[in-house]
Structure formats: C-alpha cells, structure tokens
C-alpha cells in the first residue's frame, strides 16, 4: 500500500557576540496511506532574512481513476523573537524537506473549516538573569477537506499529547471500507546553552 509521506526538520540557531545561545528543533510528519497513492505540494514561504521558516504543505489522496478524494492542507510556522533589547541573532541553519512521492512547488490555497483539523501553538522562552531573552514561537494549523462528504467521512484521534509533541492518527472511510489511513505529528524542543536556561513551556492546543 502506498505511503505518502511529508517530513520537515527544522533548526534554529541563536547566538549572541558569536556565542551561543539556544537551539530551537522541529520536526513534523505527516505519513498517509491508501491503495492508490497520492501527492505533496511545498509551498516556502520563509522569509529572506533567514530568521524563520514558514511553510504551507498540501497532501492529497486519489482514487483509482486519479481523482481526488481528500486533501490535508498544513501550515507551520518556527519563529524566535528577541525581547527586552537582546541583541543576539536566530537564523534558520537547516529546514531539511523529504517527501514520497517527491513534492513539487507550487502554491497552496489552505483549506478552511472542514471536517477534521487541529492547530497547536508551543511556545517557550529562554532566559538569562531571570529575564526573558527570547521567545520561540512554533504553530502548526492541519485542516482536512473531503471532496465528497456524502460518500466519504473521517475520524481524527489524538495519540500523544505532550508539552513537546502532538501526534494525530486519522481513518478515511467509504462506508464500512477503509479507505486510507494516516498520521500527522509535530515536536518541539529548545536547548539552552550555558549561562542561559530554559523557561516554562506553554502549549495551546485546538481542535476545530
């Protein structure tokens, strides 16, 4: 059975005078399987200064005359910010994507509303002195679309929920058939280096 798989690892470089400062690691999958396949489209969308990575993924998956049948649009976003004038500098020093079948670049209009989603927004400061030096900012937004409601329907299930990783596991079914069967997961960690320590982690976590 085919597998369609979407993966991006992330790191976050901060330093400070050529120091270190932190290190900021993300890492989303999303892997989906079904009889006939599908397709990925990355949409980049980091800006040219280096200091983030957004990006839009779309995973789609087909039927045996090559339509579509649903697709998953994912938006994630990996942003560090400096507070209270700290003058160290982020930069984004790998954001590795791998994909089966390979993904092709194009733009991707995220789905609204649709009949199973999710978004999460980790968030972590690091500090020095007692201060707040920076802020990590890491959100992924999942939003499924069916093109047929009627004659298909889908179940999302969480199976981790962590301060650090969120893991989805989804059911597509026509009937009583299983149609495809799936994952979605997104981890986030930051590392403090010495003389700076890492504060307290806040995640929000919304199902749609």
């Keep these: 059975m085919p597998t369609t798989k979407d993966q991006r690892d992330i790191i976050v470089d901060t330093t400070e005078s050529g120091a270190s400062v932190q290190q900021l690691t993300v890492n989303y999958v999303a892997a989906l399987n ?3 396949g599908g397709s990925v489209v990355l949409d980049d969308r980091a800006p040219t200064d280096n200091t983030c990575d ?5 995973l789609t998956l087909i039927d045996g005359a090559g339509s579509k049948v649903a697709d998953v649009t ?3 976003t990996v942003r560090p910010i400096s507070l209270g004038g700290f003058g160290g500098t982020s930069e984004v020093t790998s954001a590795r994507e ?3 079948p390979a993904a092709t670049s194009g733009r991707v209009r995220l789905n609204g509303s649709g009949p199973a989603g999710w978004t999460r ?5 690091i500090q020095s002195g007692g201060n707040d030096v920076i802020r990590n900012d890491v959100k992924i937004e999942i939003h499924w679309e069916l093109v047929n409601r009627r004659s298909y329907s ?8 962590t301060n650090n990783t969120i893991a989805l596991a989804y059911s597509i079914t026509q009937g009583r058939e299983t149609y495809a069967t799936g994952t979605i997961s997104m981890t986030a960690a ?5 003389g700076y320590s890492d504060g307290p982690i806040i995640v929000d976590d919304d199902d749609d």
Excluded: C, D, G
């Design 34 to 36: 079904n009889e006939f």
């Design 54 to 58: 957004k990006t839009h993924h779309e």
């Design 74 to 76: 994912i938006r994630l």
């Design 98 to 100: 791998t994909s089966s």
């Design 121 to 125: 927004t980790w968030r972590q400061t």
């Design 154 to 161: 889908i179940s999302q299930t969480v199976t981790t929920q």
């Design 190 to 194: 930051s590392a403090a280096a010495s």
